[in-house]
């Protein structure tokens, strides 16, 4: 019997070739190949662990460094997998099922029947458990079949005795079940050949892929988003979206004029949906400068949404200088005036990703590529560590984060399984409280960043940053108590459903809250340009809406400036309170039972993401040879996004360097805005 020839994998390199070639090199996919070059640079030379089933990706020739269950070691080149001889193989076996007492598997060469998650069941004879997988022989079959152990529920034999699938695989995973194959490896005392359920641990170089991985991913997420513009063209205003290819989910655009222009600094209340959802968020202005004695900021609706603004207010922020100020959540303001990057960085894998916190790169959470089946691939995330001075009992904590333009794509899929029960579910959500926790609840947990600290056991949540948009990247800060948490180093950690967000970098500052003083400005006029002055609308938090149309609404706020005292430096928040509606066809059979399950069961929302980012990639290979070349009769394909609101008008590219921070900033926390 030759090792693994029931193992075929489902190879989809030709769908995402495809989708590379029709993406042509747009911005995900660059953005995904800087990332995944910086990643390759900083891995040359290393070695990393991995575990027993994944040697299937190490090719012959690597070296090897073998730890064994029993503390032995084993050093040299890995040749490949070989059958274990099937008298050796049964013998093991029968000795496990000696060991493991009750809970043991069938007799090996027994008649089994398999349960597996579909519901489905499979017979045949039990030959075997081979790299998280048991090996049957069904009836009247050739060629073995391998069922992977995460989809089986459980496996029983006809004199009646039965186990649990989880039960299977925590046993697999642990050798107490051997496997079929084993990993040859020629040493300097020649060839020796392992079982694998004997190997603990296997280290080899790290010879990463990041590059093609970050280009894939990007140039898929970017088919993806080009059909979907291609697509909506027959359905929709032609709307000049946050990535300059497709209408995504957000919230209002927040302009600043610079003394030049008016630049796009940051986006508001992201997340609120619906009216009872309704609620204020603080966002940083970097680039707000009076002119002639005022400050003016444009809001635009730029997607495919209603917006409806019920208040806006300007916050004046002085301060001794080089003290930055970054907002919570809840609107608290901190001060950062002696804040410290973190020493560490790695990704949920044990990843050192530290350099892209640094200079101008970012950390891109990957959608694809994790087995969600286990509880690891659920949560994608970072852990930072920070020095911790003697002492310190609390800790103020800054992230630039921004959410993913698929983020923004999988609210509207999920909103459109309501179908025709759309404008239903509205009424529910602004009308039962109980409906309305229970989805926000689990559009929190599935869909925001939490922030947890480790207290020396278990990682004890910090709370929720804020949905950001993906527009342009945004600080958000939080202050936590941390007189229980032990020792001289703070352990962080970042999480979410896997493809959700990029994160750009984060300090840690233990030092007291710096004198603020914070002036409050209404504003002195507010223009449209069909309606006039709505300035009485945004007076007050009082539900009398500015309501903003897609494509077509912009209002032009203007605020008196206070004069700088001299030794003062200055910087701005804009609070901005309302909600939005996503234009979504009320069409189709309501999918109740998904939606429910997306909402209530943990992880069901990033399985419901990786597969409709694999099915929206396949659709992409065909969609995209025909659609594109119609679209572009209709409307020449956009550049890249300018961030210039003057441009956005006219057409013109326009200059897209940002202007320079009001002051330098320490490492790990930066303005920079998307190119």
């Known amino acids: ?15 995402l ?33 991995i575990e027993a089933w994944q040697v299937v990706a190490v090719g012959p020739g690597t070296p090897v460094d073998v730890s064994l269950r029993d503390g032995g070691q084993l050093s040299g080149k890995y040749v490949g997998l070989v059958p274990v001889p099937p008298e050796q193989y049964a013998d093991s076996f029968e000795r496990s099922r000696e ?23 499979k017979q045949g004879e039990l030959l075997g458990f081979d790299l998280k997988s048991l090996v049957i022989r069904e009836a009247g079959g050739k060629q073995p079949t391998a069922v992977e152990l995460s989809r089986v529920v459980r496996l029983s034999d006809s004199a009646g005795g039965d186990v649990e699938g989880e039960t299977l695989r925590r046993m697999a995973l642990a050798g107490k079940i051997p496997y079929l194959s084993a990993m040859a490896v020629d040493t300097a005392s020649g060839r020796t050949q392992v079982p694998l359920d004997l190997v603990a641990r296997i280290d080899v170089p790290k010879k990463s892929h990041a590059t093609l991985t970050g280009f894939l991913v990007g140039a898929v997420i ?33 302009y600043s004029f610079d003394g030049q222009r008016f630049v796009l600094d940051a986006e508001g209340f992201g997340g609120a949906i619906f009216e009872a959802a309704r609620k204020p968020d603080w966002v940083n202005l970097p680039h707000l400068k009076a002119v002639d004695g005022v400050y003016r900021v444009r809001l635009t609706n730029e997607q495919r949404e209603i917006q409806y603004l019920d ?18 959540v809840s609107g608290a303001l901190h001060t950062f005036a002696a804040p410290v990057a973190p020493q560490r960085a790695a990704d949920l894998r044990g990843e050192n990703v530290l350099p892209l916190l640094r200079a101008d ?8 590529g994790e087995d969600m089946d286990e509880p690891r691939g659920l949560r994608d995330g970072l852990v930072l560590e920070f020095p911790r001075p003697p002492g310190a009992a609390s800790v103020k904590l800054a992230f630039d984060i921004q959410s993913t333009p698929w983020a923004s794509s999988l609210l509207r899929h999920v909103l459109s399984l309501q179908g025709r029960a759309l404008p239903a579910w509205y009424e529910r959500m602004n009308s ?18 939490t922030v947890r600290i480790w207290n020396g056991e278990a990682w004890q949540d910090a709370g929720l940053l804020a949905n950001g948009g993906a527009a342009v990247p945004r600080e958000q800060a939080m202050l936590a108590d941390i007189r229980s948490i032990p020792g001289d180093v703070l352990r962080v950690r970042l ?10 970098g984060a300090v840690a500052d233990y030092a007291p809250e710096a004198p603020l003083r914070v002036t409050t400005l209404r504003p002195a006029s507010a223009r449209t340009e069909t309606r006039g002055d709505v300035r009485a609308l945004l007076r007050n938090a009082d539900r009398r809406y500015y309501t903003m149309h897609p494509g077509s609404s912009a209002a032009d706020l203007v605020f008196a400036a206070p004069a700088v005292r001299e030794g003062e430096e200055r910087s701005a928040v804009l609070r901005v309170a309302g909600y939005y509606t996503i234009l979504v066809p009320a069409e189709g059979q309501p999918q109740q039972a998904l939606f429910d399950r997306l909402v209530s069961e943990p992880g069901a929302f990033g399985r419901y993401s990786r597969e409709l980012l694999r099915a929206e990639a396949r659709r992409s290979a065909g969609d995209l040879g025909s659609s594109t070349t119609a679209a572009t009769e209709r409307k020449p394909a956009p550049g890249t996004r300018v961030k210039s609101w003057d441009d956005r008008r006219t057409g013109r590219r326009g200059d897209l360097s940002a202007a320079a921070p009001p002051f330098p900033r320490p490492a790990g926390i930066r303005t920079t805005r998307r190119r």
């Open 495 to 504: 999480d979410s459903t896997p493809g959700m967000w990029t994160v750009g």
């Open 99 to 121: 060991a493991n007492g009750s809970a043991h598997p069938p007799v090996l060469g027994s008649t089994v029947t398999v349960a597996v998650k579909s519901g489905k069941q």
């Open 432 to 449: 039962d409280p109980t409906a309305r926790g229970s989805f926000q609840r689990g559009l929190a947990r599935e869909g925001l960043m």
């Open 222 to 254: 970017d088919a993806v988003l080009v059909v979907a513009a291609v697509n909506s063209l027959n359905h929709w205003h032609v709307v000049e979206p946050c990535n300059g290819r497709t209408p995504c989910t957000s919230c209002p655009y927040v």
């Open 1 to 15: 019997m030759r090792a693994h020839s029931w193992l075929t994998p489902g190879s989809r390199l030709l769908a």
């Open 361 to 368: 790169r970012r950390w891109v959470s990957r959608p694809l």
């Open 17 to 49: 070739l495809v989708v590379v070639v029709a993406a042509a090199l747009t911005g995900c996919s660059l953005i995904g190949l800087g990332i995944g070059a910086s990643i390759d640079r900083d891995n040359a030379g290393k070695r990393k662990p």
């Open 311 to 328: 208040e806006v207010e300007l916050l004046v922020l002085d301060r001794r200088p080089g003290v930055r100020v970054v907002p919570s």
